[in-house]
């Protein structure tokens, strides 16, 4: 949770991408420590162009391929479990 110290979230987005040390902006106590679980490795073939375009993405952004993918998977599981959701609704 954020602490009042900042106006808005525009301002600790703000601080946080101009690299503004931001602890004493969040309320540590009450952060929690996830476990994904065991990883397990999988191997995938990808057209070349495929990976050429993620590979523009990823360095625009600063991140490496595998978290780029990583991240794209986990947010589309979270739409697919959305949509599952509402349907059984």
Known sequence: MIKKMVKNIKDF???FDNGE????LIDISKA?????????????DVA???IKEIDRIRQS???D????IKIWLHERLQQENASTKHQRL
């Open 13 to 15: 987005d703000r601080r």
């Open 21 to 24: 040390d931001i602890h004493d």
């Open 32 to 44: 929690r420590i996830t476990s994904p679980g065991k990883k397990v490795r999988i191997t995938l």
């Open 48 to 50: 070349e162009g495929l």
């Open 61 to 63: 952004i600063g991140v």
């Open 65 to 68: 391929r595998g978290a780029l």
